[in-house]
């Protein structure tokens, strides 16, 4: 395997004029290896080609999907965990994989739901909002409950009460 410097020195005898013989007299670099690193474009490794494996999950994947949608029509502290979703797996569908990998898919579709209902709040310069409230302030020592108006530039987040 030959540097980076020793394979731009290859192609700049070749841009200069030599031939691949002479290149390969005055490198001491064998004329096939020469020949293909003239021709090569791009020196960057290949990635490895990851293959994906079918999961124990895949055939139960819509039947949580069911559960995790009817979830939604319910209170939140009455939604499925993790745990209750791969007991009712086991119990009602014949799941024989590991908890773990039921609580990392889960994990990705709660990901993608919390993904999907944030929005990124964009404030144009110049709109401001006005609150009115009352409160105690101390005045000269003494404890007085008095109204206020707040204004508030959403663009700066600067604020004058």
């Known amino acids: 395997m030959y540097t980076m410097s020793q394979i731009n020195h290859i192609k700049d005898l070749?841009?200069?004029?030599?031939?691949?013989?002479?290149?390969?007299?005055?490198?001491?670099?064998?004329?096939?290896?020469?020949?293909?690193?003239?021709?090569?474009?791009?020196?960057?490794?290949?990635?490895?080609?990851?293959?994906?494996?079918?999961?124990k999950l895949d055939p139960f994947k819509p039947v949580i999907q069911e559960w995790l949608d009817e979830d939604k029509k319910h209170w939140r502290k009455q939604h499925h965990t993790a745990q209750r979703i791969y007991e009712r797996l086991v119990e009602e569908q014949g799941y024989t994989g590991s908890y773990s990998v039921v609580q990392r898919y889960l994990k990705k579709c709660r990901s993608v739901q919390t993904e999907q209902a944030n929005l990124e709040l964009v404030w144009d310069p110049g709109p401001a909002q006005v609150d009115f409230g009352e409160t105690d302030f101390y005045e000269s020592g003494k404890l007085i409950r008095k109204k206020y108006l707040t204004l508030s530039f959403r663009y700066s987040n600067d604020g004058y009460s």
Do not use: H, M, W
């Open 14 to 55: 070749s841009n200069c004029g030599y031939r691949i013989s002479e290149i390969s007299k005055k490198t001491g670099a064998d004329s096939k290896t020469i020949r293909k690193y003239l021709s090569q474009e791009d020196f960057s490794p290949v990635p490895p080609v990851v293959q994906a494996k079918p999961s």
